[in-house]
């Protein structure tokens, strides 16, 4: 059965950086692109960043590029992001996604995931 759980949502002061992890279980994360959104309070829910299969590339939303990275750990089955140079616009319940069809690339739309995690809440407030 695959699924994923989010963890390491926090209140952060801006600036501040923050990890979270993804960890998959049913299925070998390292196969499949994986993506990560989020949405805030009253907005649509927002891709800001994907890898590919076998690390094959990565992709990241224009608010977020340069700030976050997204990377696996695949003798943990996990995937990551980190977050760094927090602002309060990132505030935001985040999300990770897969897809079990093998993508040569990724994307930031939701409609390329099949399957979500939960969410973690991540608060960026001084």
């Known amino acids: 059965q695959v699924q994923l759980v989010e963890s390491g949502g926090a209140l952060v002061q801006p600036g501040g950086p923050l990890r979270l992890s993804c960890a998959a279980s049913?299925?070998?994360?390292?196969?499949?692109?994986v993506g990560w959104f989020r949405q805030a309070p009253g907005k649509e829910r927002e891709g800001i960043a994907c890898?590919?299969?076998?690390?094959?590339?990565?992709n990241y939303a224009d608010s977020v590029k340069g700030r976050f990275t997204i990377s696996r750990d695949n003798a943990k089955n996990t995937v990551y992001l980190q977050m760094n140079n927090l602002e309060p616009g990132d505030t935001a319940v985040y999300y990770c996604?897969?897809?079990?069809?093998?993508?040569?690339?990724?994307?930031?739309?939701?409609?390329?995931?099949?399957?979500w995690g939960q969410g973690t809440q991540v608060t960026v407030s001084a």
């Open positions: 996604a897969t897809t079990l069809v093998m993508f040569r690339n990724c994307v930031l739309s939701q409609s390329q995931y099949e399957y």
């Open positions: 049913g299925f070998t994360a390292a196969y499949y692109a």
């Open positions: 890898v590919t299969k076998n690390d094959g590339g990565s």
